[in-house]
Each structure stands twice: as structure tokens, then as C-alpha cells.
Antibody, heavy 119, light 108 residues
Framework: QVQLVQSGAEVKKPGASVKVSCKASGYTFGDYYLHWVRQAPGQGLEWMGWINPHNGATDHALKFQGRVTMTRDKSIATAYMEVSGLTSDDTAVYYC????????????WGQGTLVTVSS | DIQMTQSPSSLSASVGDRVTITCQASQGIGKRINWYQQKPGKAPKLLIYDASNLLTGVPSRFSGSGSGAYFTFTISSLQPEDIATYFCQHYDRRPPFTFGPGTKLDIK
């Protein structure tokens, strides 16, 4: 069965960076885009970007320009998202999610990684 | 970027009621909209893609319609397990694939 398992919760100071991992299993990793979506406490969903695990190509929302780096390691079917220059506004649950394939939606999601930014 | 608005932001309904949520895109997006359900503390779950197609296993009381810029999501007969927040999301052409702000649904 398809599973996405994310790394554990993180607490970071303002200005620091955080790297969240997302290990995929149960399907061919390179065949489906992986999305990254975040959700601040009590707020809605914010689409951050996606990566093509086949060739590593990425695209992301403009607001994260220069602060978000998405990578992958095909050999271990794992995607990573690093966010730099953290502020309190980055406190959120970060999700990775597998693209459906025939439409651009997310059919399987990781369990979420809570990143707390606090001095 | 395409913006998505949703209404209402919250609603209360009784078991068995018909519930409708609307989503409007800032420009025409064809049928390129998804609908998700999110329960507290859980990841979202994709229910409908391409405006009206149910993902396999999703109960038939859920449905979606619309095209262009105006879309609706309907629960034909509300069940207690449907209590959740519902989000629309567009996937028109290029990213970012913006979500609507969500509609919180609870039981009256």
C-alpha cells in the first residue's frame, strides 16, 4: 500500500533552517510528482511547491522564492524540503503528498511534520 | 496567480440535510478543481477531482459540479462522520495550485 512517512517534529529558532523528509513506499517513486503543502495552526492549506522525483525538477509558489529548496534521493525513495530564514509565520504542519498522476491532486499524504519556530 | 474563494466559511446542518459549498476561481479554470475533506488532526483526503469525479471508494452522497470559475460541492444527506473542513483546490495549467480558505461543517 502507498505510504508517505515524514520526519519528526522540529523546534527551530528564528533565522534557522529546517529540512523535512518524506519517505515513499508502495509505488514507483519516480512516476508521480510530490507536493508540499503546509497548514499553520487553525488555518487553511497552503500549497508550497512540487518536485518531479524522476528528474528532480521543481516548481514552487512565488512567496517561497529563495527560501524553499526541494530535493529528492531516488535511491531511497525520499523527498526533502528545506525552508530557510524561518520566522514565526513558518510555524505550521508541513505535509508531503503524492500526485494522483492523471490530474494534479494529492491522493496520498504523509502524516505531517510540525515545525515550530520560537525564540 | 489564481485565487480561490469559498462560501460559506462555516455552516451547521442536521443529519440527513443536503449541504452545498461553493468555490469561485478568480479566472476560468475549466473543470480543474479538486475537493478535499480534512478532519481535525488528520491530513486532507481527496474526494473529488476534475470538478465532478469521485475518487474510488468515496461515498456517492458526495458530488461536485461546475466549470469555468464557479463550482459547487454537495453532500446529499449529511452523516455524522462528514463533520470536517472542506477545501477546494485548483490545478489550472501551472502552479501554484491554490486552495480555497475552507468551509468548516458541523452538526446542528
Amino acid at each position: 500500500q502507498v505510504q508517505l512517512v515524514q520526519s519528526g517534529a522540529e523546534v527551530k529558532k528564528p533565522g534557522a533552517s529546517v529540512k523535512v523528509s518524506c519517505k515513499a513506499s508502495g509505488y514507483t517513486f519516480g512516476d508521480y510528482y510530490l507536493h508540499w503543502v503546509r497548514q499553520a495552526p487553525g488555518q487553511g492549506l497552503e500549497w508550497m511547491g512540487w518536485i518531479n522525483p524522476h528528474n528532480g525538477a521543481t516548481d514552487h509558489a512565488l512567496k517561497f522564492q529563495g527560501r524553499v529548496t526541494m530535493t529528492r534521493d531516488k535511491s531511497i525513495a525520499t523527498a526533502y524540503m528545506e525552508v530557510s530564514g524561518l520566522t514565526s509565520d513558518d510555524t505550521a504542519v508541513y505535509y508531503c503528498a503524492k500526485d494522483v498522476g492523471y490530474v494534479n491532486g494529492c491522493d496520498y499524504w504523509g502524516q505531517g511534520t510540525l515545525v515550530t519556530v520560537s525564540s | 496567480d489564481i485565487q480561490m474563494t469559498q462560501s460559506p466559511s462555516s455552516l451547521s446542518a442536521s443529519v440527513g440535510d443536503r449541504v452545498t459549498i461553493t468555490c469561485q476561481a478568480s479566472q476560468g479554470i475549466g473543470k480543474r478543481i479538486n475537493w478535499y475533506q480534512q478532519k481535525p488532526g488528520k491530513a486532507p483526503k481527496l474526494l473529488i477531482y476534475d470538478a465532478s469525479n469521485l475518487l474510488t471508494g468515496v461515498p456517492s452522497r458526495f458530488s461536485g459540479s461546475g466549470s469555468g470559475a464557479y463550482f459547487t460541492f454537495t453532500i446529499s444527506s449529511l452523516q455524522p462522520e462528514d463533520i470536517a473542513t472542506y477545501f477546494c483546490q485548483h490545478y489550472d495549467r501551472r502552479p501554484p495550485f491554490t486552495f480555497g480558505p475552507g468551509t468548516k461543517l458541523d452538526i446542528k
